[in-house]
């Protein structure tokens, strides 16, 4: 991102035309990042509390007075009967970044022997998923798109969550590659495919084991790969078995002969490439379904060629010293609760996390009120009055109206750190383009500062952030060989040490025990899970809660709006207007069936909880699916709910993630 800025002051940001990826544009959302940087509503000084808890009523006070009151209670909790356990940071990537995001924030908490947290709630499952197959979570290279003749875009609205991916899937099709995708929603991307695929949420792994059940029945495998490269074959070959098209389609919803024309195309196909995102893993089979899939480019041999694989995420290919940044030897042993389960440790400490109650709550780069699980159960614990909560931000979000005290942060503009990518390989430097606006501070900063108002001494909380920038880099894994602060400094961004093109499996090399893509993994043996990969069917579905499903017979999705980045930026007025307001798209089938036609308000319901939204009458959603655009904070709702007032706190299968789309609900007029 390329800033313009005049006396003193952001005028303009812009993508860098000369990175080989973005290729000089920025999504909808940044686009807006000079405005939101700027906004009417930009927290710039320290706030206290000055109202009851949730009501948003604050008064300015110093620095000074916020840091001597954090570091005071905090250090009041840590000396009590409850311990340093009892206080619990909050964050995931807001703001994101390695210095910003995991560095000297690791390191306070480290050293005053708080919990730990659990940072689950984004790809866990599907990053253990990738493991467990393919040994990381390293996939295809995109760059290699045009070379492929077969493009599946699983589970993933590209043009709203991975817009520079896009142009590569262009410039394959005009080769004449098709471009398929499977999703239960129609899209803006599915929009533009070349078919749709409307599966059944959840379902995605019964999908790859039909497609592999004609892969091995007509033997579209590549048996040399399969020899050299793997292992399981025999087992994998048993399981496939098990799911014929006709099975799969019961299950998916889908005809079945275009599972096997599906699975033919594939493989027949030279290099297919497979975009997997991380909607399909947020329900019960949510890591087996990713392991699955990242069975298929093996059975056929695409990881040979350039365009061929499968990519969930580059990010395990960014090999920063994060030991170094973090510290974890400056920690003692404490206990670790899982982020998405933020409801049952404020109010059910009993229920599974153990310990002490959380008295102390520090949260940054995230929006829990807003983006938690079970949001009725969340906002019940941030109320809690003995609760100590402190905040960072940009904004007063939906979390910010229930802390104690409101800390100012910087934006991307106004502080130093380095990032890893998702979806490419180049590092990126992140330069302070304008200085700090108002009396916000860096995260790194105000750590910094907490640790020496608590008395911490040690060293490593005195350490600024380009010296942060080395120690993650200095001792890095090879394929930041040649990256340095120097380097960065020069260029902006640097590819890693990785080959173009690259092709991380073409002769085998996989990152697992075996050295080979495991069809069969020990590890998940041991783990008492099925060892090869299967289908778990969602915990909210006919299958395995038919009472329940008799009741709520709907699924929810509930992805982000194309406007919103999760719940970033849901405050700028022009993205919000365009987002229009809560709504909710149902298909005429089961509109009709409910009396629901476009424009009236509804509601949508379980047992969990309801949330208000207007109705979108459209076939862009399969039978039997919903979907709420979210995450809206409760404040710009008409009633203060969003769609997370219907989520559970149930975990996946593998990575203890999230199952935000394995919820079932029912739709109803609103009074």
Known sequence: MLVTVENGRATRVAGDPDHPFTRGFLCTKVNRYVERTYHVDRLTRPLRRSGAKGQGRFEPISWDEALDEVASRLSDIARSGDGPQAILPYSYAG????????????????????????????????????????GANIGADAEGIPESDLVLLWGTNTLTSNPHLWPFVLEARRRGTPVIAIDPLRTRTAQQCDEWFPIRPGTDAALALGMMHVLFAEELVDHDYLRRYTLGETEL?????????????????????????????????RAAFVRINYGLQRHAGGGMAVRTIACLPALTGHWRRAGGGVQLSTSANFEFDRAALERPDLSPPVRTINMIKLGEALTQPDAGVGGPPVRALVVYNSNP????????????????????????????????????????????????????????????????????????????????????????????????????????????????????????????WMR????????????????????????????????????????????????????????????????????????????????????????????????????????????????????????????????????????WWGKFTPDGHNANHTTSQRETDLGHGPVFYDNLVEVSPAD
Not at 114 to 127: E, F, H, N
Not at 403 to 413: H, K, M, R, S, Y
């Open 496 to 631: 890693l040490a990785v080959p173009r093109p690259y092709l991380p499996f073409a002769e085998g090399g996989f990152p697992t025990p075996s050295g080979r893509c495991e069809f069969v993994s020990q590890r998940l043996e041991a783990m008492g899970l099925d060892p090869v990969p299967t289908y778990t069917p969602p915990y909210e579905s006919p299958e395995r809660a038919p009472a329940l499903a008799e009741r709520y017979p709907l699924t929810l999705i509930s992805s982000p709006a194309h406007q919103f980045l999760n719940s970033t930026f849901v405050n700028i007025e022009p993205l919000r207007h365009a987002a229009r307001e809560p709504e909710l798209v149902i298909h005429p089938l089961d509109a009709a069936a409910r009396a629901v036609v476009s424009g009236i308000r509804v509601a949508v319901h379980n047992d969990r909880g309801e949330f208000l939204a207007v109705a979108r009458v459209e076939d862009c959603v399969r039978p039997g699916t919903v979907w709420a655009p979210s995450v």
């Open 237 to 269: 070959r048993a399981r496939a078995a098990e799911y014929p098209p006709e099975r799969v389609a019961r299950i998916t919803g889908l005809p079945a002969e275009r599972i096997t024309t599906l699975a033919q195309r594939y493989g027949r196909a």
């Open 369 to 492: 009120a807003a983006v938690a699980p079970d949001r009725g159960m969340v906002l019940r614990g941030l109320a809690r009055p003995d609760l100590f909560t402190v905040v960072l931000e940009h904004f007063q979000t939906d979390t910010a109206d229930w802390a104690d005290i409101v800390l100012p942060a910087t934006t991307q503009l106004e502080h130093w750190d380095v990032h890893l990518a998702y979806g490419h390989h180049y590092v990126t430097l992140n330069r302070p383009s304008i200085a700090p606006v108002g009396e916000a501070k860096p995260n790194s900063e105000i750590f910094r500062l907490l640790a020496a108002r608590a008395g911490l001494a040690h060293p490593a909380t005195r350490d600024d952030d380009l010296t942060l920038i080395r120690q993650s880099l200095e001792g890095a894994g090879p394929k930041l060989a040649g990256v340095t602060l120097e380097a960065l400094l020069a260029n902006g």
């Open 95 to 134: 703001t994101m970044g390695m210095v910003q995001g995991s560095s000297m924030d690791r390191r306070f908490f480290h050293l005053i022997g708080a919990s730990k947290l659990d940072r689950t709630i984004c790809s866990m499952a599907g990053t253990v998923g990738m493991r467990m197959t393919v």
